[in-house]
């Protein structure tokens, strides 16, 4: 009720933007569109010419529909993790605002993080964990300063043991490997983990499957 969808992958460059200007000229109140990605509306990334062409159209819309434009561009392989070609390029120097999501297998995490940032104020990173095929956001893979700092696991608050769990505990695993995985989170010795897994199964946050292994409950 609040999206449009549509499958554009089997059309050419100048056919997806056509359909891209229908559809604001008859939704002129859109005000986002989303576009995955960005590499599908040219036909050589390397091309200056055509790359400050999609900029300029990009632009165009941007003034006539008053809209945000938000596209996928994937990074190179080298060093630096470059925006691809002459139009990676362009979208660096013309976005108002670029983005960089970065995947961590070992942690099964995506972080999503300012890389430039020309009109708005810089933000803290936005971690997604996938748990049980659902995507939940935490404020960060590490212990919390704040946190982190306090000697009693008693005094830690739910929503930090619950993030906490989320980090160590994405997949069923048994006591030894739990502590294992708490004491390289919070960076103290096996006491102290077992402290915080104790404070774990008292407040019920995980329990032990049949299995024999844990698993977290929320």
């Known amino acids: 009720e609040w999206a449009h969808f549509y499958s554009v992958r089997e059309d050419s460059p100048s056919e997806i933007k056509a359909l891209i200007e229908t559809y604001l000229e008859n939704n002129p ?3 986002i569109v989303i576009i995955d990605g960005i590499l ?13 062409q999609l900029i300029n159209w990009f632009k165009k819309l941007t003034k006539v529909y008053n809209c945000l434009f938000i596209g996928v561009l994937h990074q190179g392989k080298g060093v630096g993790n470059q925006t691809l070609g002459h139009l990676g390029s362009n979208c660096d120097r013309w976005a108002s605002s670029t983005l960089e999501v970065v995947k961590d297998k070992d942690k099964k ?9 020309r009109s708005s104020e810089d933000f803290d990173p936005i971690v997604l964990m996938n748990y049980d095929n659902q995507w939940q956001q935490i404020d960060s893979v590490k212990m919390p300063e704040n946190e982190g700092n306090k000697s009693n696991p008693m005094d830690f608050s739910e929503m930090t043991h ?11 695993k048994p006591y030894k490997d739990l502590i294992a995985d708490i004491m390289e989170l919070t960076a103290k010795g096996t006491n102290y983990a077992k402290k915080i897994c104790k404070v774990w199964i008292e407040k019920n946050l995980i329990v032990k499957n049949t299995k024999n292994l844990y698993v977290k409950t929320f």
Do not use: G, H, W
Not at 40 to 52: G, I
Not at 109 to 117: G, K, S
């Open 29 to 31: 109140e859109c005000p």
């Open 40 to 52: 599908d509306l040219c036909l050589d990334y390397n091309s200056e010419v055509e790359s400050r």
């Open 109 to 117: 995490t995506f972080t999503l993080q300012p890389r430039f940032l």
């Open 162 to 172: 619950k993030k906490m769990i989320l980090q160590t505990l994405a997949i069923e």
